[in-house]
């Protein structure tokens, strides 16, 4: 008996170990898996999705139990875009865990990102039931009946809202913006008036005083405008939405008293000045011509008051210069080139005012100090190009031109050589401008104006026409349709009496605006006239004749002769 009791015991002590050692691998397995969540959890907020995937797909097959793994397996799947399996895997997250928020809320979440509203929508209104404290979930359930037009069940939840967890500035406006869909305006007013009358929101007056504008209510629009600056005297939209109620209603003189305490005072940060300023002059031209000398005054004001302001100076620079008024906006675009010499956009501005003013010295003047500051902004020097044009200043052209070969780009080179060919051109010395156009090929062969040009005032000369030829047969090849090109082609073949050739080509520039061209008009007809094509040459030798404006000095007598010897 003894005996037996001694092995009953044995035996029980064995099964305890046996247990005992179960439960502690039980608990090793646990942890384990634990860690390898925490590792895999890293991976995800790193962005790891790949790892992190694979990580959380082997945890929840070694244990499906693991609510987490399901959790955050379905971001991971979401993120690439596997929308059934997300769902799958959030399903089994909150099956495991369903007094979880988070995980219901994703769930939740989900479907409302996939558009699924009404899916959202029974999720949240179990939510709601499951978590009474949770304000976000009737937030979001009224979002999501709005995204469904359901718009009477979105005011009831703001309702709810209001008496749950009180009254909210949020709250207001968004149920103020249902109601107005819902065409329940009075309704929409007195929800802006009730939360007004609790709290006093600048906000929620300045909402009040749009409504009271749109009923055509000027006088309560401007109460409670000036009730909202009363509680804070720099609240914008209030600030502004009594000006534009001034200006709407027609109350002009308060409209410019105000605008004068806005664009001087401290009322309005830099930047509010600059939109106030730039909507009146580009946006209300009917009101800012009818009250031109008003708004001029306006704009002085706010120059005088913010002198280092550039922004708000080129705003009124610009207004003047839409009104007219050119002399006031080169004032003001000086000033500012002045006080900012290394502001490259006031000097360009600066010198575009003079050059749209035709002041062609003035311009050329400010474009070269402009270049010695700032020699890097070549533009400046192309400015200059134009205004010394314009004046005929040929040895400043050529000057200029000869700065730019100094540039390491070779495009600005060949520019340059390209600019210098034409310009002595212009002053009758072909050999020089040959000598420039040579050297601005060797740097680029295929660079077509050069070759163009090259190739035309050869022709003019009626020398090396095979050498024009050449030059002038890669212009088209380069561009088919530029109508000068084709005109400079034509007719080298017809100083080379190939008129069959040189039509289709001059026909082709008719469509792409050589009838705009007094010299390729004369040209065709020349072309016709040699085929013996007399009427249609008269023809284009009228619409020449129309085109001229002395750029073809003996075009009447030409076309006479021509015609009268073919006898028309």
Not at 332 to 348: C, G, V
Not at 511 to 519: C, I, M, N, R
């Amino acid at each position: 008996m003894q005996k037996l009791k001694t092995i009953i015991i044995i035996h029980l002590l064995l099964f305890s170990c046996t247990l005992a050692l179960s439960q502690t691998k039980n608990v090793d397995r646990r942890a384990l898996l634990e860690n390898k969540l925490i590792a895999a959890v890293t991976d995800y907020t790193t962005g790891e999705i790949a790892a992190a995937t694979k990580a959380f797909t082997a945890i929840v097959t070694e244990d499906p139990s693991m609510d987490a793994a399901w959790y955050y397996l379905s971001q991971c799947q979401f993120s690439n875009r596997l929308i059934a399996k997300a769902r799958e895997s959030l399903a089994n997250a909150v099956r495991l865990a369903p007094d979880n928020y988070w995980y219901r809320d994703r769930q939740a979440l989900m479907e409302l990102y996939l558009g699924n509203n009404n899916e959202a929508i029974s999720l949240y209104e179990q939510m709601r039931k499951d978590f009474p404290s949770q304000p976000e979930i009737l937030y979001t359930l009224a979002n999501a009946y709005m995204r469904s037009g359901r718009l009477d069940e979105a005011v009831a939840v703001m309702d709810d809202i209001d008496r749950e967890f009180g009254r909210s500035e949020g709250v207001a406006r968004t149920r103020y913006e249902l109601l107005m869909n819902l065409d329940r305006a009075e309704d929409a007013l007195e929800t802006l008036r009730q939360y007004n009358d609790q709290f006093a929101s600048p906000d929620i007056l300045s909402m009040m005083a749009e409504h009271y504008g749109m009923l055509g209510n000027d006088t309560l629009s401007v109460a409670c405008y000036k009730e909202a600056i009363s509680l804070q005297g720099d609240f914008l939209p209030a600030l502004i939405g009594l000006a534009e109620t001034y200006r709407n209603f027609g109350r002009d003189d308060e409209f410019f008293a105000l605008s004068g305490e806005l664009v001087s005072g401290e009322a309005l940060q830099p930047e509010a000045r600059r939109m106030f300023l730039k909507d009146l002059s580009e946006n209300q031209t009917y009101y800012v011509r009818r009250n031109l000398p008003r708004v001029d005054s306006l704009m002085v004001k706010a120059v005088e008051a913010a002198p280092a302001d550039s922004a708000i100076a080129r705003t009124a620079g610009f207004y003047f210069a839409r009104s007219g008024n050119m002399d006031k906006s080169a004032e003001i675009f000086h000033s500012i080139a002045e006080a900012y010499p290394q502001d490259s956009l006031a000097a360009r501005t600066d010198i575009e005012v003079l050059i749209v003013q035709e002041k062609w010295k003035e311009a050329s003047a400010a474009a070269a100090d402009a270049f010695r500051r700032m020699p890097d902004k070549h533009f400046f020097l192309e400015m200059k190009n134009y205004a010394d044009y314009k004046i005929k200043d040929y040895d400043a052209l050529i000057a200029n031109a000869e700065i730019m070969l100094s540039s390491p780009d070779v495009a600005d080179r060949v520019s340059a050589y390209s600019s210098i060919g034409d310009i002595y051109h212009e002053k009758g010395d072909d050999k020089k401008a040959f000598a420039a156009y040579e050297k601005a090929l060797k740097l680029d062969p295929g660079y077509v104006p050069v070759l163009n040009n090259y190739a035309y005032y050869l022709s003019v000369k009626g020398k090396n026409l095979k050498k024009a030829y050449t030059m002038s047969k890669k212009t088209v090849e380069a561009e088919p349709d530029n109508a000068t090109y084709l005109d400079t082609f034509a007719w080298i073949l017809h100083l080379q009496s190939k008129d069959f050739e040189a039509k289709p080509h001059l026909k082709h520039a008719m469509l792409y605006g050589g009838k705009d061209s007094a010299v390729i008009l004369d040209h065709y007809a020349e072309v016709l006239y040699a085929l013996g094509e007399y009427e249609m040459a008269r023809l284009y030798w009228d619409q020449a004749k129309a085109k001229n404006d002395g750029e073809i000095p003996d075009l009447e007598e030409r076309v006479a002769a021509r015609l009268a010897a073919a006898g028309l």
